[in-house]
């Protein structure tokens, strides 16, 4: 008869343990399955008003290059755009964008007002092309090596600090390796 009390109670407390454990987790700290798997198969129109769409050929070119997953309607990707805008402007790494889920016309216009960095800019505007990244949502960044692998993912912003302290360096580091 004890144990029917106290059978619940253990039930109960072991679920609000994992659940302070499942809230304490970060999203960013989620890895990703295809961390060393070659970039999915896909072929993106370009954004609109832009010449160069992006396929997963552009990304098995010999360079390392990253990829970020943005939209028009998200405020965090306008917060690490100037960061995206200097990096392109310094030519270190090549930057690809993925544009998510977006409207054409304000894809385009969101990119003539605050500058496209983004040597090639695919429109993936049902998101298939983003659930095959193993997107779950904007803003997200991808390092891709010389033979078109996914090395890194960084889900969320990227701060300047981001990219000094992360992501540059795995570049310098993939680029060494050639």
């Known amino acids: 008869m004890r144990l029917g009390y106290i059978i619940p109670f253990v039930l109960f407390f072991a679920l609000a343990v994992a659940l302070y454990v499942g809230l304490g987790l970060k999203p960013r700290d989620i890895p990703s ?24 050929a552009d990304l098995q070119v010999g360079e390392v290059t990253l990829v970020n997953v943005f939209a028009s309607w998200c405020g965090p990707c306008r917060v690490e755009h100037p960061v995206f805008m200097a990096l392109a402007k310094s030519g270190e790494v090549t930057l690809h964008g993925i544009n998510y889920k977006d409207d054409p016309d304000n894809a385009s216009n969101w990119l003539a007002r605050y500058g496209n ?29 010389q033979g078109g692998r996914i090395r890194y993912k960084h889900v969320g912003v990227v701060s300047q600090d981001d990219l000094d302290n992360k992501i540059l360096p795995l570049v310098r580091k993939l680029k060494a390796k050639k």
Do not use: C, M, Q
């Open 117 to 145: 960095p983004y040597k090639r800019a695919g429109a993936d505007r049902n998101g298939r092309v983003g659930i095959d990244w193993g997107v779950y949502g904007v803003p997200e960044t991808f390092v891709v090596d």
């Open 33 to 56: 399955a295809l961390i060393d798997k070659p970039v999915p198969e896909f072929n993106l129109p370009p954004v609109k008003d832009h010449d160069l769409g992006l396929k997963s």
